[in-house]
């Protein structure tokens, strides 16, 4: 590799494919991915969520801190690469939080680009920049002298009853069933307006629109994750990423999370809800994968 590493910025969608995404260019030997898939800076920064993000930064740390003590030789540096990483980007953040964004900006750079050891690509995919302002998104955008934005889409329901069903078992709590937690979950999503981040976390028209405003058309990529997980998918992807193509399996799923039927009455609500996406996506993007033909044939019907 010569010049300047590209960098990556995946900025979504939430349940897309993110983290299959992530471990396939973590194993990938042209890569170099810090061991935080979502460093969630840039929204920490501009929603002002400092409070909660070191709290989940310090859980974390205190986690992997506990892992490390009586761990073998190579798992302690392991280990202890992971507490640094997360070490690294609190700095960054501190100095956000101090009022010297510019100096965080560089840190947060730093971070990345400065454990990149000669390697064409480091990169960042946090799901939660989805929700960035178009400002702010130009701005990422010229970061480096080669930054690539990434953008995943999956079928509409099906991402959005991934969502929920996290989102209940995160909830979760003694004596409740994640069934039922999770139908009351979505009943909230689609019924009464409720959850607010989790249909915004899959708004592909929103998030479209302000990244095509935001990112120059070469540094761009929009793709349906169903594509992106096919061997003609991770091709494109290569080639747009500037690194070779890496064969992987792509039937292995990532934090998939426990497997329930959605009910046939919401299904249909659900279905209604997302309407607007599956008509935007449909007008803007040509034909559907067939995993969301039948979605949308649903809809229409």
């Not at 980007?89 to 101090?98: D, G, P, R, S, T």
């Not at 702010?136 to 990422?140: K, P």
């Not at 307006?193 to 989790?198: P, W």
């Not at 559907?288 to 033909?293: D, I, M, N, R």
């Given at each position: 590799m010569t010049g300047h590493p590209t960098l990556l910025l995946c900025v979504g969608a939430t349940k897309a494919g993110t983290s299959w995404l992530y471990r396939y260019l973590h194993a990938h030997p042209e890569c170099r991915m810090r061991s935080i898939k979502e460093l969630h800076f840039f929204d920490t920064v501009d929603f002002n969520d400092y409070e909660h993000q070191f709290d989940t930064y310090a859980r974390l740390r205190s986690d992997l801190a506990a892992r490390l003590a009586g761990a073998s030789q190579w798992r302690a540096g392991n280990l202890q690469r992971q507490i640094d990483d997360v070490d690294e980007?609190?700095?960054?953040?501190?100095?956000?939080?101090?009022g010297d964004e510019e100096g965080a900006v560089k840190a947060y750079c730093d971070y990345l680009f400065a454990a990149a050891g000669g390697r064409s690509l480091v990169g960042d995919i946090t799901p939660g920049y989805a929700l960035l302002s178009q400002s702010?998104?130009?701005?990422?955008a010229g970061l480096s002298p080669a930054v690539r934005v990434l953008y995943l889409m999956r079928d509409p329901l099906d991402r959005l009853w991934s969502h929920v069903r996290m989102q209940a078992t995160r909830q979760l709590r003694a004596g409740e069933e994640v069934g039922i937690k999770s139908r009351r979950v979505m009943n909230r999503v689609i019924r009464r307006?409720?959850?607010?981040?989790?249909p915004a976390r899959g708004d592909y028209q929103g998030t479209i629109e302000r990244l095509r405003a935001a990112v120059p058309a070469s540094q761009l990529m929009i793709e349906f994750s169903?594509?992106?997980?096919?061997?003609?998918?991770?091709?494109?992807?290569?080639?747009?990423?500037?690194?070779?193509?890496?064969a992987a399996d792509t039937t292995e799923r990532a934090h998939e999370g426990v497997k329930l039927r959605l009910d046939p009455g919401q299904r249909l609500l659900a279905q209604a809800f997302l309407a607007p996406q599956y008509d935007f996506v449909e007008q803007n993007f040509g034909p559907?994968?067939?995993?969301?033909?039948?979605?949308r044939a649903e809809v229409r019907v």
């Open positions: 980007i609190v700095a960054a953040l501190a100095l956000a939080q101090a702010r998104l130009a701005m990422m307006g409720m959850e607010i981040h989790i169903e594509r992106l997980l096919t061997e003609t998918g991770l091709r494109r992807l290569c080639a747009f990423l500037g690194i070779g193509y890496r559907l994968p067939v995993e969301w033909q039948a979605n």
